[in-house]
C-alpha cells in the first residue's frame, strides 16, 4: 500500500524499532489507535521482515500502513555525533526524512533522545531566531494544567537557550492551552533574586529588561511545580528531564501505596470497592502512560518524542498527540505567535491533555 500526506489524511512517520518495547508496543498502539481513526495512516520504518511478519498480527494496521525498509537501529546508548555519522540508513533517520520529503505530516520515535534531536535538527531545521529545539509537553498540576520545557533535550544551555525557551513555551500555552497572557516562570532553587546559577540569574534578567512580550514572573522551586502557580515553566533539558522523571516515579509510588492499603484489612478493601471508580480516575489521571508523548519545539516540522519504556497504551498515546498536532498544524501556530502575528490561540488543551481515545 503506497501512502502520501494529504490534506485530508495525518500520515505519521513511525520509528517502528525505537524504544524498549519496539518493535510490539510500537504495532500494537498503532493498531489500537487505527482502529479508531479511519483518517490516518503510518509508514512503519524498521526491519522489513519483521515488520511484515508482525504486521500478520495487527489486522487494521496492515490497511493503514506501509512497511519502509531501515536495516540500522539507533542505539540507546549511541552518542548523537555517532548517530550521526553512522545512523543516515537507521529507522529514526529515515522516519524523520519523510517529514523533510513532505511524505509524513509527523514523526514520532521512542528512541535515543540526543540522536533524535540532532538528527530532527539536521533534518528538519528550525525556525529562524531559535538555535535549540526544546522537549516540550503538558504537565498535570493541582489547577490547570502547564507546559513544561526542556524535558531532556538539551543538558547545557545558555542564556540565549533559556530565554527562546521562554519565547517558545509562551507561544505554546497560547497555542495549546488557549492562555492569553501565559504566566512565564523559571525554575530554581529559590524565589529570591540571588539564588541560583548564574546562567539562569542572567536569563531572567534579560527576560526582564529584554523588551519581550512575556508576562515573566520569576522563579519557582520543584515543589510548586504541581501547585499551578504556572502556565508555563523553563529549564534546562537536565533539571526538566530529573524533575519529570520524579513526578513520574511519585506517581507510581503513590499509587502503590494506595493499593497497598486497601489491601491491608477486609474493612479497607470494602471501602476500596466502593471508592473503585474515584479511584481509578484518579491512577488514570497520575499514570504517565496516558501523557506519552512530547513535541520538539522549535522545529520547521512536527518531531515527538515518546518515553522508550512505554507499552501500548502509552504509544497509543502519544500517536494521538502527534495527530492532534499535526491535525491543528502546531508549528504554522506557533511560527505565527512567534512572529508576533495578531492570529489568536486555538485554546485545544486537549490536544495534548486528552490523550486517552
Do not use: W
Amino acid at each position: 500500500m503506497a501512502i502520501e500526506a494529504t490534506d485530508k489524511v495525518i500520515v505519521i512517520a513511525l520509528d517502528a524499532m525505537g524504544g524498549d518495547r519496539a518493535p510490539d508496543a510500537v504495532l500494537g498502539g498503532a493498531n489500537a489507535f487505527a482502529k479508531k481513526h479511519s483518517d490516518v495512516n503510518f509508514l512503519l520504518f524498521g526491519d522489513e521482515n519483521i515488520l511484515n511478519d508482525k504486521l500478520s498480527h495487527y489486522t487494521q494496521l496492515q490497511n493503514q500502513s506501509q512497511v519502509c525498509h531501515a536495516p540500522d537501529v539507533v542505539d540507546d546508548a549511541e552518542k548523537p555525533s555517532a548517530a550521526l555519522r553512522k545512523g543516515r540508513h537507521s529507522s529514526m533517520r529515515l522516519a524523520i526524512d519523510a517529514v523533510r520529503s513532505k511524505r509524513a505530516h509527523a514523526v514520532l520515535s521512542g528512541g535515543n533522545t540526543g540522536a533524535l534531536m540532532a538528527m530532527a535538527k539536521l533534518g528538519l531545521s528550525t525556525i529562524p531566531g531559535i538555535d535549540r529545539p526544546a522537549i516540550c509537553s503538558v504537565f498535570p498540576t493541582m489547577k490547570k494544567s502547564c507546559v513544561l520545557l526542556d524535558l531532556g533535550a538539551n543538558v547545557d544551555c545558555n542564556v540565549d537557550n533559556l530565554v527562546q525557551f521562554c519565547i517558545m513555551g509562551d507561544a505554546f500555552a497560547k497555542v495549546i492551552l488557549g492562555r492569553e497572557t501565559p504566566r512565564v516562570r523559571l525554575l530554581n532553587i529559590g524565589s529570591e533574586d540571588t539564588k541560583g546559577s548564574e546562567i539562569v540569574k542572567a536569563a531572567a534578567q534579560e527576560i526582564r529588561d529584554g523588551g519581550y512580550d512575556i508576562n515573566f514572573c520569576g522563579y519557582i522551586e520543584g515543589n510548586e511545580i504541581a501547585q499551578g502557580i504556572a502556565d508555563v515553566i523553563v529549564t534546562d533539558g537536565f533539571t526538566g528531564n530529573v524533575a519529570l522523571k520524579t513526578a513520574e516515579g511519585t506517581a507510581n509510588m503513590c499509587g502503590h501505596y494506595i493499593k497497598q492499603a486497601f489491601k491491608s484489612s477486609p474493612l479497607a478493601f470494602l471501602g476500596g470497592m466502593f471508592a473503585k471508580r474515584a479511584i481509578k480516575k484518579m491512577f488514570k489521571r497520575m499514570d504517565p502512560r496516558y501523557h506519552n508523548g512530547a513535541l520538539f519545539v522549535g522545529l520547521n516540522g512536527i518531531a515527538v518524542k515518546s518515553h522508550g519504556y512505554m507499552d501500548e497504551i502509552g504509544l497509543q498515546n502519544a500517536i494521538k498527540v502527534t495527530y492532534n498536532l499535526a491535525k491543528y498544524d502546531i508549528n504554522k501556530k506557533i511560527s505565527s505567535e512567534l512572529m508576533h502575528d495578531d492570529e489568536s490561540g486555538s485554546g485545544n488543551e486537549d490536544i495534548l491533555l486528552d490523550t486517552t481515545g
